[in-house]
């Protein structure tokens, strides 16, 4: 279609050409011309490692064969991304990427903000499951992909006896200096709600149990980091347990380390991650990177790009890779969303900051 | 190419035509009348760079009164002192502040200790080979970043690294280094040595050997000669590498982040996590103007309390007795 | 051809078979020499003899290979040079620039314990020894060069050493004041009878400057004695080129017989006298004289104790004080000779080309072997 639609606006064009000022005369013609002309490439924000390859393999490769358009992926951090496309679209300059990658609460904190475009028109949303459409928003400013669980992750010979089957195995003595979690403790702040014999109705409002599960946790001395630091920590020995994507462990197991994960009995936080568009691209920029999301929706992109992240899909009729067929951290039904600890994105946005900060606070103290 | 030059044919050398042109160029741009004020223009660059400094503070300034708006994610329009307000209050801040001085502090102290002899040695030895092997030793490590040299760092104290390689070989318990604010400080005073040692080097060539020989045959054993002479003459070069190495560490962003296991942070760090974890720029610049107030007090104090004259500017006459 | 001379009263300084070797090069070779109390001493040679080793080894910053050092009547060889009683002048003086004068006169009273009190009369006096009076609160880049030599000595002196070591402190400074510091350190040295040792390659310097002189060459001490007898009887060739101007006419002993030889250079006899008794008719040798011993004589004129040869003047120059001629000599074989005129108002002047008669004593002509 994209082929047939640039003949024909080519020919009109050199029509035009040919006619002289006729140009003038069809401003529209022009417009419509350039709004579907190819750009050269696209570019797409990414998380490295894992991620990245997944994204690739799924989305990226497959829609460069398809349109012809390059896909270059940006791994620029999601937290560093923002505030550059805010700027840009304060100042009305065109965004430094196509379509960013994100996690639903960044996402929606630049919904918020009125800095994406509304992708209600795209056909392969109607194929998705409810929750890939954020509620509350005129129109959709972005599409969630998939969710994803953070798991107990834990070094296998540590465990002789199978699996930890409470988060109070942070706390275990043994473990001492041997412990990972988030920088910001993305991730653990409901577990800790239930783990510190709070409830999911005391967030936001009561969380004090939370934090004192995490004061104790300090005591215990945590390492802090992100994505990639926990696959090298299990990999040097330094840690026996951590708080981490499913994705991140999984890569892990894949790569020869002696990683394993479990869902323990208070539960662990799943959240997703979505896609959007920045506003202030060229027209035919926002067509193309429009037709990437579209893509990224589709049956064939959904299960090879999840498939690889090791994630469910927010599409009905996945197959789940075999690996994680039956895994409680591999959510497909209503009854494995039961054992998870879900919070609302408008709650996350308006608090998550909050809640980094108190984290960071006991942390740093 | 060649001949379209001397088809011009004025006969004289390509060269020299070239001068003329540049010449010519020069008298245009900046006319014989303006010869006086040429060794200013050659501080316009430094004036410049300074003023781009001073003015990018101004946005920082202006951002740092404007708390951050959750509903929309914007600051305020209307200046307010709850950034700076919040620095206050929240006690995480004081503690990250007093870890990121203490290490200043401490890591100035040791980077000097350290690299005063090495530095000595340096400048002193008569052997050839000694003095290009402390180069290279030095220089070294300064071609590899910091953040390699950090990663390096965790693979020597990690647990399982070669340290406890080593204490397990010779039947000690293990160390747990890695990750800890010991870890940062030795990194740091690893990667700020080069700095101190190029720092301290001219100081000490500054001083004529003659001046150490004459101090120990007037009586003074060598401490009382390090004390007494070699101290305070090379002292422009000991308070320009204390000024700098404390300046850099204060400022120190990746070492505390990578060697200190998340749990060690400096105020670069607050500073990074108020920007783009906690998305708020307003508490990002008032802890940057905090950070920029306390390293400028600092030097500040150094100055004044050792004067001006320390960086060799009133008493650099001295040195040709 | 290393002296020791043995003195009555017992020595400030003694050195025995001291040696240095850095790498390959022997620095100094077994010197030895005694130093009376009170003796001025210079150490004189060619940049790279060896002097400037000695002296550091005897100040304690080189550590001798062997022999040994006695300083007072104490073995300190193996001291440091802050044990030892030694004041030490450097050619680039040293002074401690953040200092004032009087603060660096008092460093070594300080530092060699001396007790507080009366230490600043101390100062204040030594400060005047060097005429330095009143000038105590200055740093050293608010005096003048000479001011800055009269410091160092001041510092050097203050604690009363046993010995004072001037490390060539007056090379760098111009002629005139060079001169007058030459005679101040004399003075200085003289009212407080302080042994010193003195290294310098300037041979007026140590004329003028010296009891007595150690000329060095290659590691070796090749003389030791008072100036006067080191200019008029030099003990070897090296030594009588580096002092003064010397012509050296190269020739053949003929005949030698209790210090008086007979030399035939191209063909002429000369008489002279010669000090190595070791030497046999034959041995190729060095007949030397010195420029100022040598004269212009009327035909005919010369008495029955010298020496005259035929010469022709390639160059003249009048220096105030003499005429400076340079001159040719067919009978030795076209040598070249070099002759002082030390009285030029008195005699006229000889043209280039023209033919002279040269003269000199039998007992000017030194003969040392080649």
């Given at each position: 279609?994209?082929?047939?639609?640039?003949?024909?606006?080519?020919?009109?064009?050199?029509?035009?050409?040919?006619?002289?000022?006729?140009?003038?005369?069809?401003?529209?013609?022009?417009?419509?011309?350039?709004?579907?002309?190819?750009?050269?490439?696209?570019?797409?924000?990414?998380?490295?490692?894992?991620?990245?390859?997944?994204?690739?393999?799924?989305?990226?490769?497959?829609?460069?064969?398809?349109?012809?358009?390059?896909?270059?992926?940006?791994?620029?951090?999601?937290?560093?991304?923002?505030?550059?496309?805010?700027?840009?679209?304060?100042?009305?300059?065109?965004?430094?990427?196509?379509?960013?990658?994100?996690?639903?609460?960044?996402?929606?904190?630049?919904?918020?903000?009125?800095?994406?475009?509304?992708?209600?028109?795209?056909?392969?949303?109607?194929?998705?499951?409810?929750?890939?459409?954020?509620?509350?928003?005129?129109?959709?400013?972005?599409?969630?992909?998939?969710?994803?669980?953070?798991?107990?992750?834990?070094?296998?010979?540590?465990?002789?006896?199978?699996?930890?089957?409470?988060?109070?195995?942070?706390?275990?003595?043994?473990?001492?200096?041997?412990?990972?979690?988030?920088?910001?403790?993305?991730?653990?702040?409901?577990?800790?709600?239930?783990?510190?014999?709070?409830?999911?109705?005391?967030?936001?409002?009561?969380?004090?149990?939370?934090?004192?599960?995490?004061?104790?946790?300090?005591?215990?001395?945590?390492?802090?980091?992100?994505?990639?630091?926990?696959?090298?920590?299990?990999?040097?020995?330094?840690?026996?347990?951590?708080?981490?994507?499913?994705?991140?462990?999984?890569?892990?197991?894949?790569?020869?380390?002696?990683?394993?994960?479990?869902?323990?009995?208070?539960?662990?936080?799943?959240?997703?991650?979505?896609?959007?568009?920045?506003?202030?691209?060229?027209?035919?920029?926002?067509?193309?990177?429009?037709?990437?999301?579209?893509?990224?929706?589709?049956?064939?992109?959904?299960?090879?790009?999840?498939?690889?992240?090791?994630?469910?899909?927010?599409?009905?009729?996945?197959?789940?890779?075999?690996?994680?067929?039956?895994?409680?951290?591999?959510?497909?039904?209503?009854?494995?969303?039961?054992?998870?600890?879900?919070?609302?994105?408008?709650?996350?946005?308006?608090?998550?900051?909050?809640?980094?900060?108190?984290?960071?606070?006991?942390?740093?103290? | 190419?060649?001949?379209?030059?001397?088809?011009?044919?004025?006969?004289?050398?390509?060269?020299?035509?070239?001068?003329?042109?540049?010449?010519?160029?020069?008298?245009?741009?900046?006319?014989?009348?303006?010869?006086?004020?040429?060794?200013?223009?050659?501080?316009?660059?430094?004036?410049?760079?300074?003023?781009?400094?001073?003015?990018?503070?101004?946005?920082?300034?202006?951002?740092?009164l404007r708390p951050l708006d959750r509903a929309t994610f914007r600051l305020a329009e209307d200046y307010a002192l709850g950034n700076y307000a919040t620095l206050a209050t929240r006690p995480v801040y004081g503690v990250i502040a007093l870890r990121t001085l203490m290490a200043g502090l401490i890591v100035t102290a040791a980077t000097?200790?350290?690299?005063?002899?090495?530095?000595?040695?340096?400048?002193?030895?008569?052997?050839?080979?000694?003095?290009?092997?402390?180069?290279?030793?030095?220089?070294?490590?300064?071609?590899?970043?910091?953040?390699?040299?950090?990663?390096?760092?965790?693979?020597?104290?990690?647990?399982?690294?070669?340290?406890?390689?080593?204490?397990?070989?010779?039947?000690?318990?293990?160390?747990?280094?890695?990750?800890?604010?010991?870890?940062?400080?030795?990194?740091?005073?690893?990667?700020?040595?080069?700095?101190?040692?190029?720092?301290?080097?001219?100081?000490?060539?500054?001083?004529?050997?003659?001046?150490?020989?004459?101090?120990?045959?007037?009586?003074?054993?060598?401490?009382?000669?390090?004390?007494?002479?070699?101290?305070?003459?090379?002292?422009?070069?000991?308070?320009?590498?204390?000024?700098?190495?404390?300046?850099?560490?204060?400022?120190?962003?990746?070492?505390?982040?990578?060697?200190?296991?998340?749990?060690?942070?400096?105020?670069?760090?607050?500073?990074?996590?108020?920007?783009?974890?906690?998305?708020?720029?307003?508490?990002?610049?008032?802890?940057?103007?905090?950070?920029?107030?306390?390293?400028?007090?600092?030097?500040?104090?150094?100055?004044?309390?050792?004067?001006?004259?320390?960086?060799?500017?009133?008493?650099?006459?001295?040195?040709?007795? | 051809?290393?002296?020791?001379?043995?003195?009555?009263?017992?020595?400030?300084?003694?050195?025995?078979?001291?040696?240095?070797?850095?790498?390959?090069?022997?620095?100094?070779?077994?010197?030895?020499?005694?130093?009376?109390?009170?003796?001025?001493?210079?150490?004189?040679?060619?940049?790279?003899?060896?002097?400037?080793?000695?002296?550091?080894?005897?100040?304690?910053?080189?550590?001798?290979?062997?022999?040994?050092?006695?300083?007072?009547?104490?073995?300190?060889?193996?001291?440091?040079?802050?044990?030892?009683?030694?004041?030490?002048?450097?050619?680039?003086?040293?002074?401690?620039?953040?200092?004032?004068?009087?603060?660096?006169?008092?460093?070594?009273?300080?530092?060699?314990?001396?007790?507080?009190?009366?230490?600043?009369?101390?100062?204040?006096?030594?400060?005047?020894?060097?005429?330095?009076?009143?000038?105590?609160?200055?740093?050293?880049?608010?005096?003048?060069?000479?001011?800055?030599?009269?410091?160092?000595?001041?510092?050097?002196?203050?604690?009363?050493?046993?010995?004072?070591?001037?490390?060539?402190?007056?090379?760098?400074?111009?002629?005139?004041?060079?001169?007058?510091?030459?005679?101040?350190?004399?003075?200085?040295?003289?009212?407080?009878?302080?042994?010193?040792?003195?290294?310098?390659?300037?041979?007026?310097?140590?004329?003028?400057?010296?009891?007595?002189?150690?000329?060095?060459?290659?590691?070796?001490?090749?003389?030791?004695?008072?100036?006067?007898?080191?200019?008029?009887?030099?003990?070897?060739?090296?030594?009588?080129?580096?002092?003064?101007?010397?012509?050296?006419?190269?020739?053949?002993?003929?005949?030698?017989?209790?210090?008086?030889?007979?030399?035939?250079?191209?063909?002429?006899?000369?008489?002279?006298?010669?000090?190595?008794?070791?030497?046999?008719?034959?041995?190729?040798?060095?007949?030397?004289?010195?420029?100022?011993?040598?004269?212009?004589?009327?035909?005919?004129?010369?008495?029955?104790?010298?020496?005259?040869?035929?010469?022709?003047?390639?160059?003249?120059?009048?220096?105030?004080?003499?005429?400076?001629?340079?001159?040719?000599?067919?009978?030795?074989?076209?040598?070249?000779?070099?002759?002082?005129?030390?009285?030029?108002?008195?005699?006229?002047?000889?043209?280039?080309?023209?033919?002279?008669?040269?003269?000199?004593?039998?007992?000017?002509?030194?003969?040392?072997?080649?």
């Amino acid at each position: 279609m994209s082929e047939k639609t640039f003949s024909v606006s080519r020919r009109r064009l050199l029509t035009a050409t040919a006619a002289g000022g006729a140009m003038l005369a069809a401003p529209w013609a022009w417009r419509r011309a350039a709004a579907q002309e190819k750009p050269r490439e696209l570019i797409v924000r990414a998380w490295g490692g894992v991620w990245v390859d997944s994204l690739n393999e799924g989305v990226s490769k497959p829609f460069t064969e398809m349109t012809g358009i390059a896909v270059r992926h940006d791994l620029t951090e999601d937290n560093e991304i923002r505030p550059k496309i805010w700027a840009a679209v304060d100042q009305g300059r065109v965004p430094p990427i196509h379509v960013n990658w994100d996690t639903s609460t960044n996402a929606t904190k630049s919904a918020l903000r009125g800095v994406t475009e509304d992708l209600a028109g795209l056909p392969n949303l109607k194929e998705m499951l409810p929750a890939a459409t954020p509620e509350g928003f005129d129109g959709v400013p972005l599409v969630n992909m998939y969710s994803y669980v953070y798991v107990l992750a834990y070094r296998e010979a540590a465990f002789p006896d199978g699996p930890p089957e409470s988060w109070d195995v942070l706390l275990d003595p043994r473990f001492k200096g041997r412990i990972a979690l988030y920088d910001d403790g993305i991730g653990f702040h409901p577990v800790a709600q239930i783990a510190g014999g709070g409830t999911m109705a005391g967030v936001p409002g009561d969380m004090q149990p939370a934090w004192d599960f995490i004061r104790k946790v300090k005591e215990q001395q945590p390492l802090l980091g992100e994505d990639p630091d926990f696959t090298t920590w299990f990999q040097n020995g330094e840690i026996d347990v951590a708080c981490t994507i499913l994705s991140n462990a999984r890569a892990a197991r894949q790569n020869g380390i002696d990683v394993a994960w479990t869902v323990p009995k208070e539960g662990c936080k799943v959240d997703t991650d979505g896609m959007w568009i920045p506003k202030g691209l060229p027209g035919n920029e926002l067509h193309w990177a429009k037709e990437y999301v579209n893509f990224a929706m589709s049956q064939q992109a959904q299960q090879k790009w999840t498939s690889g992240l090791g994630l469910p899909g927010l599409r009905p009729g996945l197959t789940p890779p075999e690996d994680l067929e039956g895994d409680p951290a591999f959510p497909t039904s209503p009854e494995d969303f039961e054992r998870l600890l879900s919070v609302p994105t408008r709650v996350l946005v308006e608090h998550e900051s909050d809640w980094f900060q108190k984290f960071n606070e006991i942390m740093q103290g | 190419m060649a001949s379209t030059i001397h088809d011009k044919g004025a006969g004289r050398p390509v060269g020299l035509r070239l001068l003329d042109l540049l010449e010519a160029a020069r008298e245009l741009l900046w006319p014989a009348r303006m010869a006086p004020l040429t060794p200013w223009l050659f501080l316009l660059p430094a004036v410049l760079l300074t003023g781009l400094l001073a003015a990018g503070l101004i946005p920082l300034l202006d951002a740092s009164l404007r708390p951050l708006d959750r509903a929309t994610f914007r600051l305020a329009e209307d200046y307010a002192l709850g950034n700076y307000a919040t620095l206050a209050t929240r006690p995480v801040y004081g503690v990250i502040a007093l870890r990121t001085l203490m290490a200043g502090l401490i890591v100035t102290a040791a980077t000097l200790a350290l690299a005063f002899p090495y530095a000595w040695m340096m400048v002193r030895t008569q052997h050839a080979w000694l003095r290009k092997l402390l180069l290279v030793s030095l220089f070294l490590p300064f071609f590899i970043g910091q953040v390699v040299r950090a990663y390096g760092w965790l693979i020597i104290l990690g647990k399982q690294g070669l340290l406890n390689a080593l204490l397990d070989g010779l039947g000690l318990p293990p160390s747990s280094l890695a990750f800890t604010y010991t870890a940062v400080l030795i990194g740091l005073v690893q990667y700020m040595l080069p700095f101190a040692v190029l720092m301290l080097a001219p100081a000490l060539t500054a001083v004529p050997v003659e001046v150490e020989l004459a101090s120990a045959s007037l009586g003074a054993r060598p401490f009382a000669t390090f004390r007494h002479i070699l101290l305070p003459m090379a002292r422009p070069g000991i308070v320009a590498a204390g000024i700098v190495v404390f300046t850099l560490t204060l400022t120190d962003f990746a070492m505390p982040e990578i060697m200190g296991g998340g749990g060690n942070d400096f105020i670069a760090s607050a500073v990074y996590d108020a920007f783009f974890q906690l998305g708020d720029a307003g508490l990002g610049a008032a802890l940057g103007i905090g950070l920029t107030l306390v390293g400028s007090a600092v030097v500040g104090v150094i100055l004044a309390f050792f004067g001006l004259g320390t960086l060799g500017y009133v008493e650099g006459r001295e040195e040709r007795s | 051809m290393a002296q020791a001379t043995t003195a009555a009263a017992e020595p400030m300084v003694r050195l025995e078979r001291v040696s240095k070797r850095f790498g390959a090069t022997l620095a100094v070779e077994t010197a030895s020499f005694d130093l009376e109390p009170g003796s001025f001493l210079t150490i004189l040679g060619p940049s790279g003899c060896g002097k400037t080793t000695l002296l550091r080894m005897i100040a304690g910053f080189i550590r001798p290979d062997g022999g040994s050092i006695v300083l007072n009547g104490r073995p300190v060889a193996a001291d440091p040079p802050w044990r030892r009683s030694i004041g030490m002048v450097f050619q680039k003086l040293a002074l401690f620039p953040h200092m004032t004068a009087a603060q660096n006169v008092a460093y070594p009273l300080k530092m060699r314990g001396f007790p507080r009190q009366g230490m600043a009369e101390r100062v204040e006096r030594y400060l005047s020894i060097v005429r330095l009076g009143g000038l105590g609160g200055r740093r050293p880049h608010e005096l003048s060069g000479g001011q800055q030599q009269r410091v160092a000595i001041a510092r050097a002196l203050v604690f009363e050493p046993d010995l004072l070591l001037l490390d060539e402190p007056l090379a760098a400074l111009d002629r005139k004041l060079r001169e007058d510091m030459q005679l101040e350190f004399r003075r200085i040295q003289r009212e407080l009878g302080v042994t010193t040792i003195n290294v310098t390659h300037d041979q007026r310097e140590a004329l003028v400057m010296s009891d007595r002189i150690l000329v060095m060459e290659g590691g070796r001490i090749q003389q030791a004695a008072n100036p006067v007898d080191t200019y008029a009887r030099p003990a070897n060739r090296f030594v009588a080129g580096f002092l003064g101007v010397t012509n050296f006419l190269p020739g053949r002993l003929a005949s030698l017989a209790e210090g008086r030889a007979v030399v035939e250079v191209e063909g002429t006899r000369l008489e002279g006298l010669c000090a190595d008794p070791s030497l046999a008719p034959g041995a190729a040798v060095a007949a030397a004289v010195r420029a100022e011993r040598v004269r212009i004589a009327g035909t005919g004129e010369t008495a029955p104790d010298e020496s005259d040869v035929e010469g022709e003047v390639v160059e003249v120059v009048f220096e105030g004080d003499r005429f400076v001629y340079e001159l040719r000599m067919p009978s030795l074989g076209g040598i070249p000779l070099r002759l002082f005129d030390l009285d030029p108002l008195a005699h006229p002047r000889h043209a280039p080309g023209e033919r002279v008669t040269v003269a000199w004593r039998h007992r000017d002509l030194m003969v040392f072997p080649a």
